[in-house]
């Protein structure tokens, strides 16, 4: 089965970026495995904040992003390099991916 897709468009330089319409409970695990691998048994920050960040940016990136400008080459090395704004807007389309809005009221 082919998992569905969304073609969203970086506001800044147009790229054109695909990205998976969701993702499974073992994508999201890996996405937040950066934090938990840091993290010791009493709670305490084995790294620093910003690596563990980024760590998971990473991550969602990895997880969530299929192709950049009809690529799968490189994908968080060319994400990496764009301008701030399209940078931005990719981690914002796909936190909507990684972390959905739950209708609770819906049967």
């Known amino acids: 089965m082919e998992r569905e897709t969304i073609k969203i468009i970086t506001p800044k330089d147009k790229h054109e970026v ?3 319409a969701w993702i499974s409970g073992l994508e999201k695990r ?3 495995s950066p934090y938990l691998a840091r993290t010791n048994k009493n709670g305490e ?6 690596e563990i960040y980024n760590s ?3 991550a ?4 969530t992003v299929i192709s950049i400008n009809g690529s ?9 390099k764009m301008k701030s704004e399209d940078y931005d807007f ?12 739950i209708d609770l009221k819906k049967k």
Do not use: F, G
């Open 90 to 101: 990719i981690i914002n389309e796909t936190n909507k991916i990684v972390e959905p809005k």
């Open 45 to 50: 920050d084995q790294a620093d904040v910003e």
């Open 56 to 58: 998971m940016l990473d």
């Open 18 to 20: 695909i990205i998976k």
């Open 30 to 32: 890996k996405i937040n």
């Open 72 to 80: 799968s080459d490189k994908i968080i090395e060319v994400w990496l």
């Open 60 to 63: 969602q990136i990895k997880y």
